[in-house]
C-alpha cells in the first residue's frame, strides 16, 4: 500500500493545497506498465474523496499525453536561438562552491546527458544556487527557481497551458516528498493558481515579484 501527494490550486489566494492520497494498492517493479498501474489507483484513490476532481498526471508515466507533454524532461522553451527542456536548464544552471557551475553550454542537452554531466563536474562540492541569464536564485526558497523555469517554458507554450489549466488536480506518480524537493506537478497547480487569481504577469515580471508570490 502507499500514498502519494496530490496538488490542488487555490483560487482566492496565490498558491495550493498539498492533499494526500488515500492508501492505494502499489505495484511494484520498474516496467512502464507498472508506474502507469500506479497513476490509476492513485487517481482512483483521489476519486474516492472527490468524484469530481479534474486530475493530470504530469510526468512520462502519464496516461494522457498533455501529461506527459508537461513532463519538465519534455517541457521546452526557447533560450539562446534553441529548444531547451526544463530539466536541462533546471540542473545546468546550478552554481556550486569552488567555483564550479553554471554549466550553460549544457542548456540544449538531453536532460539526462545534463544530470549525469553536472554530477560528476560536482562531485564533493556544495551546492549554492542557482543562476540563469547572470541573475542568481538562492537556494530558499527550495521550490523558487524551478517553479519559476516551469511556469516560464508553459508561457512558451499557450496551447499546453490552456489544457493545463483544464484540470484542478495534479499528481506526479515517481515524486517521493520523503526523497524530493522540486515536483511539477505542483509547479503546475501554482501556475494555474496565479492564472486564477490573475497574478501571473506580476509573478512573471521579475525575480523579486515571484518570490513575492510564492
Known amino acids: 500500500m502507499a500514498k502519494r501527494p496530490c496538488y490542488r490550486p487555490l483560487e482566492r489566494y496565490v498558491g495550493y493545497r498539498t492533499v494526500e492520497s488515500p492508501e492505494f494498492t502499489w505495484h511494484p517493479g520498474f516496467a512502464f506498465s507498472q508506474k502507469q498501474k500506479n497513476v490509476v489507483a492513485l487517481h482512483d484513490a483521489i476519486h474516492r474523496i472527490d468524484p469530481s476532481?479534474?486530475?493530470?498526471?504530469?510526468?512520462?508515466?502519464?496516461l494522457q499525453p498533455l501529461g506527459v507533454s508537461l513532463s519538465a524532461f519534455n517541457l521546452k522553451?526557447?533560450?539562446g536561438g534553441v529548444?531547451?527542456?526544463?530539466?536541462s536548464v533546471f540542473q545546468a544552471s546550478k552554481v556550486f562552491d569552488g567555483g564550479v557551475g553554471p554549466?550553460?553550454?549544457?542548456y540544449s542537452h538531453d536532460s539526462r546527458e545534463v544530470r549525469h554531466h553536472v554530477q560528476e563536474a560536482s562531485a564533493g562540492h556544495r551546492?549554492?544556487?542557482?543562476?540563469?541569464?547572470?541573475?542568481?536564485?538562492?537556494?530558499e526558497p527550495k521550490t523558487?527557481?524551478?517553479y519559476h523555469l516551469y511556469i516560464k517554458a508553459l508561457l512558451a507554450n499557450p496551447k499546453l497551458a490552456e489544457e493545463l489549466r483544464e484540470f484542478d488536480a495534479f499528481t506526479d506518480i515517481e515524486f517521493?516528498?520523503?526523497?524530493q524537493i522540486n515536483c511539477q506537478a505542483a509547479a503546475a497547480a501554482f501556475y494555474v493558481s496565479l492564472c486564477r487569481t490573475g497574478k501571473l504577469e506580476e509573478a512573471m515580471s521579475s525575480?523579486?515579484?515571484?518570490?513575492r508570490m510564492l
Do not use: Q, T, Y
Not at 54 to 61: D, F, T
Not at 103 to 106: D, G, I, N, Q, Y
Open 207 to 211: 525575480r523579486e515579484a515571484f518570490l
Open 83 to 87: 529548444e531547451c527542456s526544463v530539466e
Open 176 to 179: 517521493n516528498p520523503n526523497r
Open 144 to 146: 523558487a527557481f524551478f
Open 77 to 79: 522553451f526557447p533560450h
Open 127 to 139: 551546492l549554492l544556487a542557482f543562476e540563469l541569464d547572470g541573475v542568481r536564485w538562492d537556494l
Open 103 to 106: 554549466f550553460p553550454e549544457l
Open 53 to 62: 476532481a479534474k486530475v493530470l498526471e504530469i510526468s512520462s508515466k502519464s
